[in-house]
């Protein structure tokens, strides 16, 4: 079992930056293929980053050139740094971790963790 635990939140101007982090228990970090999702109020769950377990990384084009996932498997945790934040960007951010087998270019998970979610409020 892996409980994901988020930090860093808050309110911030536009234009402003925020670092969150995902600390994760247990000691299969490292091969956990991490994710930062984000919901608003009536919308379904968006990807926002993700960043395998050798550290391949993607983004939503909403948030590329603006948004870094990185890891630290020492620290068992995985960090989103903020940029350029936009009001649109608010929303509550949660962590999850999958454990994969890929297939070619697809995967599958057997293990699925969730965070419990960190408020992000950007102010115009």
């Known amino acids: 079992q892996v409980q994901l635990v988020e930090s860093g939140g808050g309110l911030v101007q536009a234009g402003g930056s925020l670092r969150l982090s995902c600390a994760a228990s247990?000691?299969?970090?490292?091969?956990?293929?991490m994710n930062w999702y984000r919901q608003t109020p009536g919308k379904q769950r968006e990807l926002v980053a993700d960043i395998s377990s050798g550290s391949s990384t993607n983004y939503a084009d909403s948030v590329k050139g603006r948004f870094t996932i990185s890891r630290d498997n020492a620290k068992n945790t995985v960090y989103l740094q903020m940029s350029s934040l936009k009001p649109e960007d608010t929303a509550v951010y949660y962590c999850?971790?999958?454990?994969?087998?890929?297939?070619?270019?697809?995967?599958?998970?057997?293990?699925?963790?969730w965070g419990q979610g960190t408020q992000v409020t950007v102010s115009s």
């Open positions: 247990g000691s299969i970090f490292r091969l956990l293929h």
């Open positions: 999850n971790a999958q454990r994969r087998t890929y297939y070619g270019s697809s995967y599958s998970y057997t293990n699925d963790y």
